[in-house]
């Protein structure tokens, strides 16, 4: 009887055992799932704080163009009020350095933005 006693107990000893690794597979798993859902909400937020930062800056680039733009078309006006008026050369061709900067502006800034 003591054999099957010791069997019984190194049985009891192989569930127990058993039961632990398995409770603490579950556990590990439980552990790693939460630092799962935590890098996930972490890496959440900092998209969205990406995504703010991305959208601020592309209004800000927005502004630019628009204020670009506008100063293609006054260079424009400009240009064409001078030579409508007969304009000394210089004078028309200090405009139109000046319409050629803000042209190569507005085309850096276009590149920018690819």
Do not use: Y
Request: hydrophobic share 40%; proline share 1%; glycine share 2%.
């Amino acid at each position: 009887m003591p054999s099957t006693h010791f069997s019984k107990l190194h049985t009891v000893q192989n569930i127990n055992t058993d039961e632990v690794l398995s409770l603490t597979d579950d556990l590990i798993r439980v552990i790693a799932s939460a630092k799962d859902g935590a890098a996930l909400t972490e890496t959440q937020e900092e998209v969205s704080r990406l995504q703010s930062a991305a959208d601020e800056d592309w209004s800000q680039v927005q502004i630019l163009l628009k204020e670009i733009q506008e100063n293609v078309l006054a260079c424009e006006r400009k240009i064409k009020a001078a030579e409508e008026e007969g304009v000394e050369d210089e004078k028309l061709e200090a405009l139109r350095r000046e319409l050629k900067e803000e042209l190569q502006n507005e085309q850096l800034l276009n590149l920018e933005l690819r």
